[in-house]
């Protein structure tokens, strides 16, 4: 054993044995490499930090606590959503949904619980596609015009459709294996099996997670059906941490850690009543930790606050590729780190049939809560999540009138127009101190800085759905369609090879090309030299609007 992996076995040791002495560190930025690093996004869904390596003792999560002990585990990073669509479009763009109207879930696709209900506004929402400004790119484009081969296994759900020009490849196939010899990477793996709906789905499997031992929040009421629910929950994550452990191997088998930074998050907290959907911190907070090539600032813990809208900036950060002005987000890794946040931001809308509009600012310390539609219950008809056993147990109590008082919140018919927590004393956000003589100071303090954000971001929360449609669609809410691109050829001297140059006079649009039909779409960023005689065929995109028709041409 070399001395530098040496050194790096004793931190793991350290990282390991010692994790309860790990002290919160603002350190230094990681290396500059003096190669292309490929960044892996493990992924999975509807999961709160419950794991071994977040001081959860119930958690069976080895592999993802040995992963934290080679990294650096962030204890404050959030979603801007308690639901997948928002936070991915988040994700994807690095921007907030909100600014580019991706709040509302979902928005391309119909419910059929909206079939179910009278109300005529539901009835007259529209189905559409979130349309950023011109500007605004997945951000995988800027990756791929640097050269690195970009995969996604396999979950998009952007509020949009996925461009041809945002993946190499986006499918339960997707990997880096399929890249050409050398090319750098960024590869995302989803995992699904902490979702929600495995709660219920696999309902009737054995239990190895004992529900005596659970901790059941205090807006639950104590029952064994709640504790079977949340004990599945930690199956699923037991689960979840194999499969980690499965793509963990294949980057050591391909001799990649050396190589690779990686990182692990969820899409949002808990798939559990009243976090899920939700932006209290049960519903936005997650696990994240990275793990970097050389070991670089293993086992020590990261205090900064993290929003969803930094991960695009701090993946190009980290590659090495300049960060585009449009992004709201900010580095918090790699050469362009940028200042650490004061606060983060989140946003509760529509989900499926139950309207609602509420914003959160959070700071280390407090949250505040801003609820729109205050004449609305907390708790309204919402059939897919009222399939789990854990949320059909609150109803019967509710009905029943067996909820204390503390209960029975949730269940109010209306809601208090602010909100405000002191996380450090109440983390499940039960004691509204927004009246609180004592606490005035620090609520005009975040409702001021909400109002910043609203503003400063162009909330449009507030607008109804059917008139939404025609600001991202004007003026008539009729979807756009990008324009056909023009393939511009220039011979090169008396050989065999053409100089193709690409163009599209939609604003913002992007284009991808393919090289003969068998080949995937790539991204146009420069003009190309290509052979004559090849067939090129050609197509025009841009977030939000419908693709143009394919070119196709044979290059003579």
């Known amino acids: 054993m070399s001395m530098k992996h040496l050194v790096y076995f004793f931190i793991l040791v350290i990282g390991v044995f010692l994790g309860g002495c790990e002290?919160?560190?603002?350190?230094?930025?990681?290396?500059?490499?003096?190669?292309?690093?490929?960044?892996?996004?493990?992924?999975?869904?509807?999961?709160?930090?419950?794991?071994?390596?977040?001081?959860?003792?119930?958690?069976?999560?080895?592999?993802i606590d040995n992963l934290?002990?080679?990294?650096?585990?962030?204890?404050?990073?959030?979603?801007?959503?308690?639901?997948?669509a928002p936070s991915r479009s988040a994700l994807i763009t690095g921007m907030y949904p909100t600014t580019i109207g991706s709040m509302h879930m979902r928005t391309m696709t119909r419910t059929s619980a909206i079939d179910k209900i009278t109300d005529p506004d539901l009835l007259a929402i529209p189905t559409y596609e979130a349309v950023p400004s011109p500007d605004v790119k997945c951000f995988t484009e800027f990756l791929r015009a640097r050269g690195y081969y970009c995969s996604n296994n396999s979950k998009e759900d952007y509020q949009f459709k996925r461009p041809v020009t945002a993946w190499d490849e986006s499918s339960k196939r997707a990997h880096w294996r399929n890249r050409d010899v050398g090319q750098p990477f960024f590869a995302v793996f989803n995992f699904t099996i902490t979702h929600e709906s495995q709660i219920w789905i696999r309902?009737?499997?054995?239990?190895?997670?004992?529900?005596?031992?659970?901790?059941?929040?205090?807006?639950?009421?104590?029952?064994?059906?709640?504790?079977?629910?949340?004990?599945?929950?930690?199956?699923?994550?037991?689960?979840?941490?194999?499969?980690?452990?499965?793509?963990?191997?294949?980057?050591?088998?391909?001799?990649?850690?050396?190589?690779?930074?990686?990182?692990?998050?969820?899409?949002?907290?808990?798939?559990?009543?009243?976090?899920?959907?939700?932006?209290?911190?049960?519903?936005?907070?997650?696990?994240l930790i990275i793990r970097y090539p050389d070991l670089w600032g293993?086992?020590?813990?990261?205090?900064?606050?993290?929003?969803?809208?930094?991960?695009?900036?701090?993946?190009?950060?980290?590659?090495?590729?300049?960060?585009?002005g449009h992004m709201q987000g900010r580095a918090f890794a790699g050469q362009q780190k940028a200042v650490d946040r004061e606060y983060i931001f989140a946003a509760k809308d529509r989900m499926d049939p139950a309207m609602?509009?509420?914003?959160?600012?959070?700071?280390?310390?407090?949250?505040?809560?801003?609820?729109?539609?205050?004449?609305?219950p907390y708790v309204q008809f919402l059939p897919y999540r009222d399939q789990m056993d854990l949320m059909k147990e609150l109803i019967k109590y509710n009905k029943e009138g067996r909820l204390d008082e503390v209960q029975s919140l949730w269940f109010m018919q209306c809601k208090p127009s602010e909100e405000l927590y002191d996380i450090t004393v109440d983390p499940y956000e039960i004691n509204n101190l927004a009246g609180h003589s004592d606490y005035k100071d620090v609520l005009i303090k975040l409702r001021n800085e909400h109002l910043i954000w609203k503003e400063e971001t162009n909330d449009w929360g507030l607008i109804p759905e059917t008139e939404l449609i025609k600001k991202l669609w004007p003026p008539d809410g009729i979807q756009p369609v990008t324009e056909v691109p023009k393939i511009i050829m220039k011979q090169i001297g008396s050989g065999d090879s053409v100089s193709v140059r690409l163009t599209c006079s939609t604003e913002g649009?992007?284009?991808?090309?393919?090289?003969?039909?068998?080949?995937?779409w790539l991204l146009y960023s420069k003009p190309i030299l290509l052979k004559r005689d090849i067939v090129l065929s050609v197509q025009s995109v841009r977030l939000g609007f419908k693709p143009s028709d394919i070119v196709v041409e044979k290059l003579n």
């Open 356 to 376: 609602d509009n509420r914003r959160a600012v959070r700071d280390k310390h407090f949250k505040y809560i801003k609820n729109y539609m205050p004449e609305r």
């Open 203 to 287: 309902a009737k499997d054995s239990l190895y997670t004992d529900p005596s031992k659970v901790v059941v929040p205090p807006y639950y009421p104590d029952t064994p059906i709640i504790r079977k629910d949340i004990a599945r929950h930690y199956d699923n994550i037991a689960l979840l941490d194999r499969q980690v452990d499965g793509l963990l191997y294949q980057l050591k088998e391909d001799g990649l850690m050396d190589s690779t930074i990686i990182f692990f998050f969820s899409d949002h907290g808990d798939g559990l009543p009243r976090a899920k959907r939700w932006i209290y911190d049960s519903g936005i907070k997650v696990p």
């Open 23 to 63: 002290k919160t560190e603002h350190y230094s930025l990681p290396p500059k490499y003096d190669f292309q690093p490929n960044i892996v996004w493990i992924t999975c869904e509807d999961m709160s930090p419950r794991l071994g390596c977040y001081g959860d003792s119930i958690a069976k999560s080895p592999n």
């Open 298 to 324: 293993a086992g020590t813990i990261n205090d900064n606050l993290i929003s969803f809208i930094d991960f695009a900036p701090t993946v190009l950060s980290l590659a090495d590729v300049e960060i585009p």
């Open 509 to 520: 649009a992007s284009i991808g090309y393919k090289i003969n039909e068998k080949d995937h």
């Open 68 to 84: 934290a002990a080679q990294g650096v585990r962030y204890t404050n990073a959030f979603s801007v959503s308690g639901v997948c």
